[in-house]
């Protein structure tokens, strides 16, 4: 089976900007979550998706959005960009039961913000 | 207090040895551990999951979970050069869902 996958893996912005990024889940995978990861707060989580809905948020500003398709597929935006939101931004899917709720991770991308 | 803590480390030990990575939790309601190794400029890659008391292995891995105490280990043993890398304790507070919350990690090293 093929991993998730996430496009593109680097991007560099200035800020101000917008960017959007994808996220391709593992075949069968209907949960999709969003993760920042910077060197001085760690793993943090923004929010995931869940056939197509939004069921859990993180703490992150209305500037963070996502949405999730009807494949499963997920985009997350972020809009007016900040140099604080320089980070490597994580996708993970999973198929969630309620016995097993194991997350795979995607490569990242790595979001640069001049 | 933060949800989920590990000690940073780094957790220096020579190869061939068994290594012994800790992780606690404040929120008794949390459901389901996992922990991932993560290696410089990658992602996370998961080692295992465990959601009931005890003791589970996988190969060289054995996670061990203590509910009463809120904490959660992981032992590798026979450590290797290549096991060296940051691993990152997950804790899931409600089951059936994709909320996970991470500590800081631990950077392990094995000196040949």
């Known amino acids: 089976k093929a991993g998730v996958t996430q496009t593109p893996r680097y991007l560099i912005k200035t800020r101000g900007q917008q960017v959007t990024l994808s996220c391709s889940p593992i075949s069968g995978h209907r949960s999709v979550s969003w993760y920042q990861q910077t060197p001085g707060q760690g793993l943090q989580f923004l929010f995931e998706y869940f056939s197509e809905t939004q069921r859990n948020k993180g703490n992150f500003p209305g500037r963070f959005s996502g949405r999730q398709f009807s494949n499963s597929r997920s985009e997350m935006n972020v809009s007016t960009l900040e140099l604080g939101d320089s980070a490597l931004y994580l996708c993970?899917?999973?198929?969630?039961?309620?016995?097993?709720?194991?997350?795979?991770f995607g490569p990242g991308t790595r979001l640069t913000v001049l | 207090q933060k949800e989920v803590e590990q000690n940073s480390g780094p957790l220096s030990v020579p190869e061939g040895a068994i290594a012994s990575l800790n992780c606690t939790y404040s929120?008794?309601?949390?459901?389901?551990f996992f922990w991932y190794r993560q290696y410089s400029g990658k992602s996370p890659e998961l080692i295992m999951s465990i959601y009931s008391n005890g003791d589970k292995e996988d190969g060289r891995f054995t996670a061990q979970l203590n509910k009463a105490s809120q904490y959660v280990s992981l032992l590798i043993r026979d450590s290797q050069p290549s096991d060296s890398a940051t691993y990152l304790c997950?804790?899931?507070?409600?089951?059936?869902?994709?909320?996970?919350?991470f500590g800081q990690g631990t950077t392990l090293q094995v000196k040949p």
């Open positions: 993970a899917s999973s198929f969630v039961t309620p016995s097993t709720d194991t997350q795979y």
């Open positions: 997950a804790v899931n507070k409600a089951s059936n869902t994709g909320k996970l919350i």
């Open positions: 929120d008794r309601v949390s459901q389901s």
